[in-house]
């Protein structure tokens, strides 16, 4: 798709469609809605007057221009609902809105003007992010019914503004908008096409075309390494596990950030049965998603390798099937991870901790400084949660904060849960040092516990993402399924962290 931003007027801006933002108290009786309802006749004072449209956030009115000053034909009104809360996440709900709506008209191109208040690089950003998440599409496997029609360019119309600074945010929008929907076609993909060889294969394709060091571990070098927490998930599959290592580094070394090695670390679950803990069939379909973690550090990594910020940036994702087979890892059964810590193993389907654990002490072996990891971990959490907020757990306030500032900043919400030292009591083993479930208690917290066990002192945050990485339904500027949830804030956070 064709990106770019335009600082013309809206009655001169070459595009098939205009869209606008329009909030709830709005009359067109001044400024930009009354000069394109002076261009279109009056359409837009009386959709208004009328209350035919109520600008309520995601409505919309849509005309046919016949005689008009406007170069573009189309004209669409997109509700923004109250001025004062429209901040980032709700430009990108608008530019999502805009393009799913326009695409579905079989509209070619559209000119976006988004009325936000403020720094124009960021409004633009944002309206392009948002437009290309809005046009992702699940459907990847039909063969009829598939959404065939293209939107091949989108401009950002704010007149009068620098279109250098335009045309910068919307390339930088693209980078994070593709990106998104990068991570959330791989974790749309069944399990049988998205392997752990396949993943790792996918990654190799992200390093070669944007240029980041790559090392997939094998099972050998996994065993080299004493990886047993990892390999036992991976025993009863025979698909080989990939040990997935990413790097990003800056051309030149910042002094202020030299001896920082930031680590994102996702489970790469590339279908969850539960294993010998055979899960429920209900539902069983949607656990091809459970690589949504690592797919999420894969498309982070492939955008900040884009926009290259000053520090120096690790990806790592253990990636393994959890099937149950005659060779799989049973209940009571007792793995050593690479700390040489010792886990008895409760129930197979707390499997997501157990390919952490050894991919977490590998990020500390390589160097990091700080860890955040992701995950789908636990059901625990959409109980508590629900799929609006993502749940941060971690040892080290200041990074948790800065990860929820950041996703305020781009409209991801975070919710933090407690960490005291006694949820650990719950994870105690009776023939080992620790079991991999903590029992029907604060689930989500306990699998956060498990974790804490190999970061040790290293700062770190975990985000479990399994009530946000899948939506349910659809939205006006969203499509049911993989929502990339927490790419977006990663980017922001990596590049505040690197000013
Ligand atoms: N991948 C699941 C968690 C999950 C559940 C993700 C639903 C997305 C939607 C994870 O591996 C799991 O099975 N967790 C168990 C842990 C339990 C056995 C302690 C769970 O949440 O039930
Ligand atoms: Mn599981
Ligand atoms: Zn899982």
């Known amino acids: 798709m064709n990106v770019t931003g335009s600082s013309q007027s809206c009655k001169k801006i070459d595009a098939q469609a205009l869209a606008i933002a329009v909030f709830k108290d709005d009359k067109a009786d001044h400024g930009l809605l009354k000069e394109l309802d002076v261009a279109t006749g009056g359409l837009v004072s009386r959709v208004i007057e009328t209350e035919e449209f109520k600008a309520k956030e995601g409505e919309t009115a849509y005309f046919h221009l016949a005689d008009s000053e406007l170069k573009a034909h189309r004209l669409l009104l997109i509700g923004c609902g109250e001025r004062d809360a429209y901040k980032t996440q709700q430009v990108s709900q608008m530019a999502g809105t805009a393009a799913r709506f326009l695409r579905s008209k079989n509209a070619k191109s559209v000119a976006i003007i988004p009325r936000a208040e403020g720094d124009v690089e960021k409004a633009s950003q944002s309206v392009i992010a948002g437009a290309i998440m809005g046009l992702f599409e699940p459907d990847k496997y039909r063969t009829k019914d598939k959404e065939k029609r293209e939107l091949s360019r989108v401009v950002v119309a704010i007149e009068g503004a620098d279109e250098k600074v335009l045309k910068r945010g919307a390339e930088r929008g693209r980078i994070v908008g593709e990106s998104v929907n990068f991570t959330r076609d791989l974790a749309n993909e069944p399990g049988i096409f998205m392997t752990p060889t396949i993943l790792a294969e996918r990654a190799k394709e992200v390093a070669k075309e944007f240029g980041l060091s790559i090392d997939v571990l094998d099972q050998k070098r996994m065993e080299k390494l004493g990886m047993g927490s990892l390999l036992g998930v991976s025993r009863g599959s025979d698909e080989p596990p990939k040990l997935i290592v990413l790097k990003y580094q800056p051309r030149k070394i910042d002094k202020r950030h030299k001896d920082e090695l930031l680590a994102l670390v996702g489970k790469g679950i590339t279908f969850d049965s539960g294993g010998i803990s055979l899960k429920p069939g209900e539902n069983m379909e949607l656990m091809k998603y459970d690589m949504t973690g690592a797919a999420t550090v894969i498309g982070t990594m492939r955008a900040i390798a884009q926009l290259k910020p000053a520090i120096s940036v690790l990806g790592i994702a253990p990636c393994s099937e959890n099937l149950p087979s005659g060779k799989a890892t049973k ?134 993402i399994a009530g946000t990485a899948w939506g349910d339904q659809a939205t006006p500027f969203r499509a049911k399924g993989p929502t990339g949830i927490a790419v977006r804030t990663l980017i922001e956070f990596i590049e505040r962290a690197s000013r």
């Open 331 to 464: 209940p009571g059964d007792v793995l050593r991870a690479m700390t040489g810590k010792t886990i008895e193993v409760i129930n197979t389907d707390a499997e997501g901790r157990l390919v952490l654990a050894d991919a977490i002490a590998y990020a500390k072996q390589l160097g990091a400084t700080r860890i955040i990891d992701m995950a789908t971990l636990t059901g625990a959490v959409s109980i508590a949660l629900g799929d609006v907020n993502t749940g941060i757990l971690g040892t080290d306030q200041s990074l948790i904060d800065g990860v929820i500032e950041a996703g305020r900043e781009v409209g991801e919400r975070f919710w933090q849960l407690p960490l005291d030292k006694e949820y650990s009591n719950q994870i105690k083993s009776d023939i080992a040092d620790i079991k991999n479930t903590g029992g029907k208690k604060a689930g989500t917290i306990t699998a956060a516990a498990f974790l804490k066990e190999f970061v040790d002192d290293t700062p770190w945050a975990h985000l479990d």
